[in-house]
């Protein structure tokens, strides 16, 4: 890639957090029976007529808030007018030349590197409905039809697959901070059309000839594409050839982008005004209580959370990077666990869980107030830490009080003196041969006897009292 | 809304314009449209004349906004009518030629 | 079975239903035989189920008997091919629709049905509306009853006929150029073209949104007033409907005409205007003064440009609106080996020239390079032709306008002149254009014995004030008698 430019542009298509779609009362549900969650409206029918969710403006304009941009008190919507199969009208309504937002930025890091990604606009428009190719023949189901859709689109500010990754992961994390948006990827909440160019560094001002890969629905799907088409572009360059302006897809098993059957024409969209929509002017107050109802956003909750907690920045960046985790985090120190502490069980064992089960925390049985009382308990030296995650197991499956699961197990740790040194006293008795080891100088005995104690107590036995006990009476 | 006013051709690309619009037009259609519509594009250059400037269109014949929906979900049960609508209906699927370009 | 006398007048026939003296299932047998004996002549309805008609009657017995008292309960009336009724066809008078059935109620069909109104069956029109001869449909011209040579006007063609015709006492229309009105003229009944959103469009299927109103076709003007009561309204469906009040029409038509300013627009009585027609609408404006009415010239300089800013904005629309027919939702198909050739061949069988004509045109007038000259310049043209509007309505109250420039013309005149018809439209686009509403009322007969008729225009919202000034006129005009043989 050295001796070259690289420009990226990315439209990032967000579903909006909506019970209902954009145009009518059908339901934005996944996943359902084709063709069941449409009505007259959004199916196109003769004579329907679309009325515009006021949920999606304002999700839309919050997001313009926290990205911050221009939010334009006076926008409208348009048709886009182009025949495809999973189109209802054969026009799609969309915003053309007053989008509800202009302007904003996304910030980046890549490679401790910070980075502005300006954007140009987000604008509203309804989604389409989804094809399934049988060979000969193809079926649509408008189930997807008329769900609102924000379209967040970057200026080619973009120079590598990895600052494309970064974008969409900061994004994604602003986008549910703000709950706007599920960003479910697997439901396909969010899909990007990616424009890319390859420009020798040679001192020549001319830009390169972009391409325009479309609709990825995966991050790495994103990021893999990049990758493969920088490369592709330039190895055309190197050889002398020039690149051509074309739209792409991305095929994921073979790892290569494809180009798309080109058109007799070129798209000419007749874009007008939607006759059946009035236009929409938001108040300035309507803005501005929107904008105080703002959530804080993860860069500026990374940094609170190293000032207010004295978190390291890789544990407060790995809090904050989605907000119920961060949410669950706060929650839990709220609650009296400590700072530092909290964070360890949350890195570890929550997102362990978490990563390990695909479940969102807000599903998970465990809440924050029975972390803090479970941590308070290893704080405390009533459990050890093996038996801590034996109960945090437990928590889990059951959602129950951890002070009740370690008193109904018996697993209380055992810190007594008289009852410990019973179990030593069994345990030395029990172990001759290595009692005699370590007296003639092989001190790693000591950790086998320590062993032995625990399997004596059945692991509740506290290591450090245990191992005290025992060196007493080893060398005493 | 394509920007520049390119100069007023007096003919009307009635072979294009009908691709556009999906329209297939028989060479007989084709010619009594050419006619016919250059006929009405000659006419409504009349809009030329008219004294706009400065004027900010009316895409509505009135002065409404914001005419908004609340965000709940209704009832819908049509699902026998559009399938009983459908031309070609397979496993609740409208079924159509097939599509070439998704491959 | 002899069947009743059927009164002229809707407030009339609801007293006898209502004192019992005649029954809705008897009232809708009559309408079905005058429609059975004319219908073949005149090709007003397309569409008519007449089982479903008398079970509609037989329930709307049945509630009048259990002391059901809406105010339409047993009143036969036809709509238009092109409003949406549950379980109905609503083709438009295309073939593309061909198979369709409404699963849902236009709001205003919704609302007739509510008041207990009987559907007696869809009127023919010109295709997806359009059309001002009634020559541009699927199932064949409409006849105008006064004499079957001539063309009923368009798009309402088979409503005006119907009503003009006595085949129903009114009918549920549409008028986005004019399509209530010049029907009802050429036709000799009233068409009232209400508010643009002051009747919900929903269920109107589209052909230009921006100028699309529902509205009615009657035998009088008391008639027009009562059905527009009903349908009026605020509708969450549309967001373009108006919220204002509806008031009671019906019960405000009586008045007079002191001191009521009526303004004649000079643009509307200059070249072009048929001699007859100018001097029957002249006429009215002459029996108006002598009641006491000021009548006054008015300008409206904008009204050269409005038959092209009409044609370049509805067909902008209609090209957009009209794309959804393409064989994979509802109505006709025609297979191709992709979706591509399967739209192309679709459409080409399934629209008429016409339409097509204008998808074409409609098209172009928003593609790539001209969309500036063309759309964009007609709308700010609308703008124009609003504040011409809001000037003359500063000096009158109401406009007095012929509805059309031509009279009544015989079929085939004119169908291969698509300009000299359009140009035709002259004084009716205007009201479209400018969202405010209007009433066509007959005023007189041609040499050759076909009706003319004269337009009321009222700003936005006057709806209340040309229905009583239309009524005042009608009363000092007199019967207007109704095509011989019918």
Redesign the interface.
């Known amino acids: 890639m050295q001796g070259y430019d690289v420009s990226i542009g990315l439209e990032t298509h967000v579903q909006l957090k909506?019970?209902?779609k954009l145009f009518?009362?059908?339901?934005t549900r996944f996943g359902e029976?084709?063709?069941?969650?449409?009505?007259?409206v959004c199916?196109?029918?003769?004579?329907?007529?679309?009325?515009?969710?006021?949920?999606?403006?304002r999700l839309t304009v919050v997001t313009g808030l926290m990205l911050g941009c221009r939010v334009n008190l006076h926008s409208k919507f348009?048709?886009k007018?182009y025949?495809?199969?999973d189109m209802?009208?054969?026009?799609q309504i969309s915003q053309?030349?007053q989008p509800i937002c202009t302007g904003g930025s996304v910030e980046i890091e890549v490679e401790g590197k910070v980075k502005r990604i300006r954007l140009r606009r987000i604008h509203l428009e309804e989604d389409v409905g989804k094809?399934?190719?049988?060979?000969?023949?193809?079926?649509?189901?408008?189930n997807r039809a008329g769900i609102p859709l924000m379209e967040i689109v970057t200026e080619p500010d973009i120079s590598s697959a990895d600052e494309a990754h970064a974008y969409l992961v900061a994004l994604k994390a602003i986008l549910e901070y703000g709950e706007v948006s599920d960003c479910n990827l697997e439901e396909g909440n969010v899909r990007c059309d990616v424009n890319c160019s390859v420009r020798k560094r040679d001192g020549s001002r001319e830009l390169g000839t972009k391409t325009e890969i479309k609709n990825l629905n995966t991050f790495r799907g994103v990021y893999r594409a990049l990758k493969y088409e920088i490369a592709r572009q330039i190895r055309v360059l190197e050889r002398g050839g020039t690149i051509q302006q074309q739209t792409l897809?991305w095929d994921d098993e073979k790892g290569v982008t494809?180009a798309?059957?080109s058109k007799?024409?070129?798209h000419?969209y007749?874009?007008?005004?939607?006759?059946?929509?009035?236009?929409?002017?938001l108040r300035p107050e309507e803005v501005e209580a929107w904008r105080e109802s703002l959530p804080e956003l993860p860069s500026r909750r990374k940094r609170r959370f190293q000032e207010q907690y004295g978190l390291p920045e890789y544990d407060a960046g790995v809090l904050v990077a989605e907000r119920e985790v961060a949410d669950f985090f706060e929650r839990t120190v709220a609650e009296g666990a400590p700072p530092k502490a909290a964070s360890n069980w949350v890195m570890t064992e929550v997102l362990r869980v978490i990563g390990e089960s695909g479940k969102r925390v807000s599903d998970l049985r465990l809440r924050p107030e029975a972390l803090a009382r479970l941590i308070s308990l290893v704080e405390r030296g009533m459990v050890n830490m093996p038996t801590a995650k034996e109960v945090f197991g437990v928590m889990l499956e059951t959602g129950g009080d951890p002070e009740r699961i370690v008193r109904e197990r018996g697993l209380a740790q055992v810190s007594d003196e008289g009852e410990l040194m019973e179990v030593v006293g069994r345990v030395l008795a029990a172990n001759q041969k290595v009692v005699a080891d370590y007296r003639a100088g092989k001190k790693a005995a000591l950790q086998f006897l320590i062993g032995q104690v625990m399997r004596e107590t059945r692991g509740k036995a506290n290591p450090k009292a245990a191992a005290r006990i025992l060196r007493e009476q080893l060398e005493g | 809304?394509p920007g520049k006013e390119k100069e007023l051709a007096s003919k009307i690309d009635v072979a294009?314009v009908a691709?556009?619009a999906?329209l297939e037009l028989t060479p007989d259609e084709k010619k009594t449209f050419q006619r016919q519509l250059d006929e009405v594009v000659r006419y409504v250059r009349v809009l030329e004349e008219a004294p706009v400037e400065g004027l900010s269109p009316s895409?509505?014949p009135g002065d409404?906004?914001?005419?908004?929906?609340?965000?709940?979900?209704?009832t819908?049960d049509?699902?026998e009518a559009?399938a009983a609508n459908a031309p070609r209906w397979?496993?609740?699927?409208?079924?159509?030629?097939?599509?070439?370009?998704?491959? | 079975m002899a069947l009743p006398e059927i009164p002229a007048s809707l407030r009339d026939l609801r007293n006898l239903l209502l004192r019992g003296e005649i029954a809705c299932r008897d009232v809708a047998a009559a309408f079905l035989q005058r429609i059975e004996k004319h219908n073949a002549c005149l090709n007003a309805f397309v569409h008519l189920d007449a089982e479903k008609v008398m079970a509609q009657a037989e329930r709307a017995d049945e509630r009048l008997a259990s002391g059901g008292r809406e105010p339409l309960l047993g009143i036969p009336l036809a709509i238009k091919d092109?409003?949406?009724v549950r379980g109905d066809p609503?083709t438009?008078a295309s073939r593309i629709?061909t198979g369709?059935v409404?699963?849902?109620d236009?709001t205003a069909v919704a609302r007739l049905r509510k008041a207990g109104a009987v559907f007696l069956g869809r009127t023919n029109m010109d295709e997806f509306a359009m059309g001002s001869s009634n020559e541009n449909s699927a199932f064949g011209p409409v006849r105008n009853p006064w004499n079957t040579d001539y063309v009923p006007g368009g798009s309402s063609g088979g409503a005006a006929a119907a009503v003009a015709a006595g085949l129903a006492p009114a009918a549920l229309a549409s008028d986005t150029g004019g399509s209530i009105r010049q029907p009802a003229a050429f036709c000799g009944c009233v068409g009232l073209k209400p508010t643009y959103g002051r009747v919900s469009?929903?269920?109107?299927?589209?052909y230009?949104?921006?100028m699309d109103q529902v509205g009615v076709l009657a035998q009088s003007v008391a008639d027009a007033a009562l059905l527009l009561e009903v349908i009026a309204g605020h509708d969450?469906?549309?967001?373009?409907s108006l919220r204002e009040e509806v008031p009671p029409y019906s019960e405000r038509l009586e008045g007079d005409l002191n001191g009521v300013r009526i303004g004649l627009p000079r643009e509307y009585y200059g070249e072009g205007l048929d001699k007859e027609v100018r001097e029957s609408v002249q006429g009215v404006a002459g029996l108006l003064a002598r009641e006491g009415a000021e009548v006054v010239e008015v300008d409206l300089p904008s009204t050269r440009y409005a038959v092209a800013a009409y044609y370049i904005i509805a067909t902008?629309?209609a090209?957009?609106n009209l794309?959804?027919y393409?064989g994979?939702?509802?109505g006709m198909r025609v297979e191709g080996a992709d979706?591509?050739e399967m739209?192309g061949r679709t459409r080409a069988k399934g629209f008429g020239p016409e339409v097509k004509r204008r998808i074409i045109l409609g098209?172009y007038a928003?593609?790539?390079g001209y969309?500036d000259a063309y759309?964009l310049r007609a709308t700010k043209v609308r703008t124009l032709i609003r504040k011409d509007f809001e000037e003359a309505f500063q000096r009158c109250e109401v406009l007095l306008t012929p509805v059309s420039p031509v009279k009544p013309f015989r079929l085939g005149e004119k169908i291969e002149d698509p300009l000299q018809l359009y140009l035709c439209d002259i004084y009716s686009v205007t009201a479209n254009l400018a969202g405010i509403c209007g009433i066509a009322v007959p005023c007189g007969l041609s040499r050759e014995g076909l009706p003319l008729g004269a337009q009321f225009l009222g700003p936005a919202l006057g709806e209340e004030r040309i229905l009583q000034i239309a009524h005042i006129y009608e009363a000092l005009r007199g019967p207007f008698g109704s095509p011989p043989g019918f």
Do not use: W
């Open positions: 909506t019970r209902s009518c009362s059908c339901p029976e084709p063709n069941t969650n449409v009505c007259p199916l196109g029918y003769p004579g329907t007529l679309p009325v515009v969710n006021y949920q999606a403006v348009d048709r007018n025949f495809y199969p209802p009208k054969n026009y053309y030349d094809s399934f190719h049988f060979g000969r023949s193809s079926g649509v189901d408008f897809r494809v798309l059957r007799e024409y070129a000419d007749r874009y007008f005004p939607d006759p059946d929509i009035p236009p929409v002017v | 809304m294009y691709e556009l999906r895409p509505y409404l906004s914001n005419v908004f929906r609340e965000d709940a979900v209704g819908t049509i699902q559009v397979q496993n609740s699927l409208f079924i159509v030629p097939p599509i070439m370009d998704q491959s | 092109n409003l949406n609503c438009c629709l369709y409404a699963p849902y236009a469009r929903y269920g109107l299927t589209a230009a949104s921006s969450v469906m549309d967001g373009t902008a629309e090209s957009a794309a959804r393409d994979v939702r509802y979706p591509i739209y098209t928003l593609s790539s969309y759309y």
